[in-house]
């Protein structure tokens, strides 16, 4: 079992960057994939990036025009969300999540992520 938690998510100016923070406080990330997604109210959680269990593989949601980068630290049972160039329309929840798939195969299937976070709230306002 993994147990998920997010943090880093507060109010920020366009333009502004922000980095997002993820912790295993239960279990290992280590051999798991690691994924970040988005939530707008009312909508479906949507897929941002994926990083396999040793980094060498990343994959991003076409949307995001390079603007995102994801990172982790085994050793330290964490991963990362960095964005930057921040716009209003990326206010929304943010979650990360775990997969015992590879990032190609998880990615946005939803069904296919384990475990999950209980999100941390990013606004993008003037």
């Known amino acids: 079992q993994v147990r998920l938690v997010e943090s880093g998510g507060e109010l920020v100016q366009p333009g502004g960057s922000l980095t997002l923070s993820c912790v295993a406080i239960?279990?290992?990330?280590?051999?798991?994939?690691l994924g970040w997604f988005r939530q707008y109210p009312g909508k479906e959680r949507e897929f941002l990036a994926g990083i396999s269990w040793n980094s060498l593989t990343k994959h991003y949601a076409d949307s995001l025009e390079d603007r995102f980068t994801i990172s982790r630290d085994n050793d330290r049972n964490m991963a990362y969300l960095q964005m930057n160039s921040l716009k209003p329309e990326d206010t929304a929840m943010y979650f990360c999540?775990?997969?015992?798939?590879?990032?190609?195969?998880?990615?946005?299937?939803?069904?296919?992520?384990?475990?999950w976070g209980q999100g941390t709230q990013v606004t993008v306002s003037a």
């Open positions: 239960e279990g290992t990330l280590g051999g798991l994939t």
């Open positions: 999540a775990a997969s015992h798939f590879t990032v190609a195969h998880a990615m946005g299937v939803l069904a296919r992520w384990d475990y």
